[in-house]
């Protein structure tokens, strides 16, 4: 009797072990919305619709690069022609398109809206279009069948990226600049916030770095760059280390681009591209300039052209405020050069009156101490 109430307790602890187990093994939700599928060979076409730009210490997408709708139909005259689109967005989004392989395609107007609707055997999609409001949306007709939803209100947005049955993440900026991210899943959410972008990289950096960037840049979805690649990094340096002759001199290059030596021409050339980063804002001021000549202007907006990337960076750092980041400052001292190094150096002892010189660990262990304290208050 003994033994038979023995085996029967032993039946009974490991069913209610089992769920347990079960549990455990079920796939973090983070890594769920990360499955490789067709958004991911979208990307290109994604990072042309995701396009932000920082103004006024807020995120906005740059809606500028899509158009305004008009109140004509997409497909003039043939349902299902691709190819004739009256605005930006809707030409992205018939690249989005003719990639589904779609089988069907429906469109509709009315007043200041239009929608149009696809069906492909990749991709199903969706595009609403109205003068204050537009949504994109799409989901992945096959396997992990991720559904992607972008809706643009002007002064505010809100991304959201989803598994059937699983993972939720929002991603939503308020008009007023508060920044905003959620993720749900199994029952669960958590939710973090914070008055602007810029303090929710300072109270969540490492969210948007461990979690946010992974999931969302694959898809061609850079809501915010990592401070921490070279262009920024470089773009930060390169104002901590700006000479007070750096105006002048990029001055008198810009004057030899008209010299009528060629040799001249093309070594002032050289020098203004390999200074770009130092003569950046004195190039796209005369580029602005009525009065500057064609050529230089050609030569300039050419140099400019090379470096697309960099203006983003610098308006990053600017968004950031990375320059008076001493956690950032600090990493910068393991990777810049020996040129740098002073600036760099002299820079973080008039923002914190600290004083350790060329020892990055003395840096570091101050600030520990320093953040520790502050987390204390």
Same mark, same amino acid.
């Given at each position: 009797?003994? /033994? ?13 072990? +089992? ?60 349902? @299902? ?10 030409? $992205?989004? &018939? ?6 392989? /779609? ?15 696809? *069906? @492909? ?32 209100? @002007?002064? *505010? ?33 958590? !939710?973090? *916030? ?9 109270? $969540?950096?490492?969210?948007?770095? !461990? ?8 898809? @061609? ?31 008198? +290059? ?38 500057? &000549? ?18 983003? /960076?610098?308006?990053? /750092? ?15 001292? !393991?990777?810049?050069?020996?040129? !740098? ?28 101490? *320093? ?7």
């Amino acid at each position: 009797m003994r /033994a038979r109430l023995l085996f029967l307790i032993g039946i009974v602890a490991a069913s209610t072990a +089992l769920p347990s187990q079960a549990q455990d093994a079920k796939p973090d939700g983070w890594a769920l919305l990360r499955q490789h599928g067709e958004f991911n060979n979208l990307s290109a076409e994604f990072e042309r619709i995701f396009v932000f730009t920082y103004t006024q210490g807020k995120l906005s997408l740059d809606r500028g690069k899509w158009g305004i709708p008009s109140v004509r139909p997409a497909f003039p005259g043939i349902v @299902g022609v691709a190819n004739q689109f009256s605005t930006p967005l809707e030409s $992205h989004f &018939s690249e989005v398109m003719s990639k589904s392989q /779609a089988r069907s395609v429906s469109t509709s107007t009315g007043g200041d809206r239009r929608f149009i609707k696809f *069906q @492909g055997s990749k991709l199903n999609g969706e595009l609403t279009l109205q003068t204050s409001r537009r949504v994109f949306h799409v989901q992945e007709a096959v396997a992990p069948r991720r559904t992607l939803t972008l809706t643009d209100s @002007g002064d *505010q947005f809100e991304i959201q990226i989803a598994c059937p049955d699983g993972p939720t993440l929002w991603i939503k900026q308020k008009s007023d600049g508060v920044f905003s991210t959620s993720f749900a899943h199994q029952f669960q959410k958590t !939710e973090n *916030q914070a008055k602007s972008l810029k303090e929710y990289y300072r109270t $969540h950096r490492g969210e948007l770095a !461990e979690r946010l960037g992974p999931t969302l840049e694959p898809l @061609g979805i850079h809501i915010l760059p990592s401070p921490d690649t070279p262009t920024v990094r470089r773009a930060v340096l390169s104002d901590l280390c700006r000479k007070p002759n750096d105006a002048k001199e990029a001055e008198r +290059l810009i004057k030899q681009l008209d010299d009528d030596d060629y040799m001249v021409r093309e070594k002032a050339r050289k020098s203004l591209f390999e200074g770009y980063f130092r003569y950046r804002e004195m190039i796209h001021k005369t580029i602005a300039t009525p009065t500057v &000549s064609l050529e230089t202007s050609r030569r300039l907006t050419a140099i400019r052209d090379r470096f697309t990337d960099v203006g983003r /960076a610098h308006e990053l /750092a600017q968004l950031l405020d990375l320059a008076t980041d001493v956690t950032y400052l600090i990493s910068l001292m !393991e990777t810049a050069s020996t040129e !740098e190094i002073p600036a760099l150096i002299r820079h973080l002892e008039t923002t914190t009156g600290q004083n350790h010189g060329r020892d990055v660990s003395a840096w570091k262990t101050w600030n520990q101490t *320093q953040r520790k304290t502050e987390n204390l208050k």
